[in-house]
């Protein structure tokens, strides 16, 4: 990573620094769309205590920032009778939604009016809801949408522009060139976090998780560039595993500051409960994909009006999540622990996860080790034998081809040999 923003660095001032967002370069101009996040700023404004709904509404309908809305980065894009619709990613989360294509409009919007399952929920819960949900659920839906609609152009030329508006959606214009502003989508949330649960790149304010995410977007940006079309996809798959850390992370600071056992006694108070429903929506159904059983636990225990909230605790829900981490191919260390407790405000306030799951696995890597040196053994003996093999065998060889000059032409010949 240090050799990656050296080298980032060094072209920067060689070569200047013209389409850059989040030290991502890009050769296709990103200005428009970075500036969507604009519309996810006011809607974070206009929310605020005293709600302005009508303010709001408007800011979700906007889309004369990012050439889209916030609203049709879910209705009009992702509609039943678009090719995006067959994408993956988005049918999986319209399937585990009942079928519905909409299932982030109709999350933001009822946030947004206070309708359906937020009806009865104050202003200051609502904001939450529509700011998380218009920030992680539409605009991350449509940045998954773009990722993949690139792939499925490879290999056309055109391919790796879907990437570069993808990334401007994801950093926000907000984050500027370095990626150290504070902005108002996926990327802002995982700085937000790093420092909590300490997941930062060593000596930064950057999180690992979003550093992870450029070097893949970089990677798949390229390989769509040489119509490596499988690289590219498996670069999609690292970004999504990046791209759900920070709202993992999110879901559980969130369900400990609610569990009255735990962090509730220091917490604000109702706005938890909104906040933990708002990150964990837009993982219950790649948690599904895992392992449904577990997948409904999280969701009966999170559920905005479930009654009783978090019934099962949190250390439970908190080894749910954690059950979970191999199959959607992240680490223990990936998630981290939240380090906000404590009189200094700064000590764990759980004990985070092993990657190391029992001894058995160090016994397990002893034997590979001895079998490995066993097999060395036995190479090296082979090839032994092969050599002292070819050395008999060529001296036979010799033998005989001498021994049959000499028969046919004895002396002058051989004398010249």
Known sequence: LNQFLLFFSLHYLAYGHENVLALYESETDLTNESEFDKALETLSDVT???RDQTAALAAYQDDSAGDISIQEMSTEIFSA????????????FAEYYNGNHNFADDFTLAAIQGTGDFAAWDDAS????ATKGAAYLNTLQYVYGLLQ???????????????????????GSAEGEDGSGSGYSAYALADKRCPQFDTCVAGTSLATTNENARASWLAGRAALELGVCDSADASFQNILKQSLIPLIQGSLREAFEVDPAKGAAEADGKIE????????????????????SVASTIRDNMFINADPILQDGFDS??????????????????????????STGNELCWQPCSDIISSSLDDCDDN???????????????IVGWILFCLVACS?????????????APSLEFSKC
Not at 162 to 170: H, L, P, R
Not at 329 to 339: E, H, R
Not at 396 to 408: A, C, D, E, G, N
Request: charged share 20%; net charge positive.
């Open 149 to 171: 609609f690139g792939i499925s152009e490879c290999p056309s030329l055109d391919a790796g522009i879907y990437w570069d508006k993808a990334w401007a959606y994801f950093a």
């Open 368 to 382: 590979e080790g001895r079998l490995r040196s066993k097999l060395r053994k036995l190479t090296i003996l082979t």
């Open 126 to 129: 609502l904001r939450e809801l």
């Open 48 to 50: 605020r205590t005293p």
């Open 396 to 408: 036979l060889l010799f033998l005989i081809i001498t021994q049959k000059k000499k028969l046919s």
């Open 273 to 292: 409960i909104a906040e933990m429903w708002a990150f964990v929506f837009p993982l219950l159904p790649l948690l599904n994909e895992c392992d449904a």
């Open 81 to 92: 009778s678009s090719a995006w619709s067959n994408q993956n990613i988005h049918l999986i």
């Open 317 to 342: 829900v908190k080894t749910a999540f954690e059950s979970l981490y191999s199959c959607l191919g992240i680490s223990c260390a990936d998630v981290g622990a939240m380090k906000t407790c404590g």
